[in-house]
C-alpha cells in the first residue's frame, strides 16, 4: 500500500522560502514517480515538479522552473521541494502523488498524500 505523507507547508512573505517533504517508503520511490501538484482556491490540480523513480530525471510546470526544485534523500525516504523566491499566485494547498506514469497529468497519479497548505501573504 502507498502511503505519502506530506509536511513543512506555512504562511510565508513574498520572496521566502519553504521546503516541503514527502515522507513514503523506499518501496514507494524506488518504484514510482512522484510528483507535486497544488491546487488553489476555485482552480484545478496544477501540476508542479516530477523526479523520477531512478532519481535520474525531473521536470517543472513553467511558473515554477528556476524557483522550485524537487529531489530525493539519499536514504530514499522522503522527497523534496524546495520553493524559492515565493509569489502569491503560489498559494495553494500541496500534494505529494505517485504515478507508475511518467506524466504530469493528475489523473494518471492514483496515489495522493492529504496536502499541506502554503500560503504566501504580500
Known amino acids: 500500500q502507498v502511503q505519502l505523507v506530506e509536511s513543512g507547508g506555512g504562511l510565508v512573505q513574498v520572496g521566502e522560502s519553504l521546503r516541503l517533504s514527502c515522507a513514503a517508503s523506499r518501496y514507494t520511490f524506488s518504484n514510482y514517480h512522484i510528483a507535486w501538484f497544488r491546487q488553489a482556491p476555485g482552480k484545478e490540480h496544477e501540476f508542479v515538479a516530477l523526479i523520477t523513480r531512478t532519481g535520474g530525471t525531473t521536470s517543472y510546470a513553467d511558473s515554477v522552473k528556476g524557483r522550485f526544485t524537487i529531489s530525493r534523500d539519499s536514504g530514499g525516504n522522503t522527497v523534496y521541494l524546495q520553493m524559492n523566491s515565493l509569489k502569491p499566485e503560489d498559494t495553494a494547498v500541496y500534494y505529494c502523488?505517485?504515478?507508475?506514469?511518467?506524466?504530469?497529468?493528475?489523473?494518471?497519479?492514483?496515489?495522493w498524500g492529504q496536502g499541506t497548505q502554503v500560503t504566501v501573504s504580500s
Open positions: 502523488t505517485a504515478s507508475y506514469a511518467y506524466s504530469t497529468r493528475g489523473a494518471d497519479y492514483g496515489y
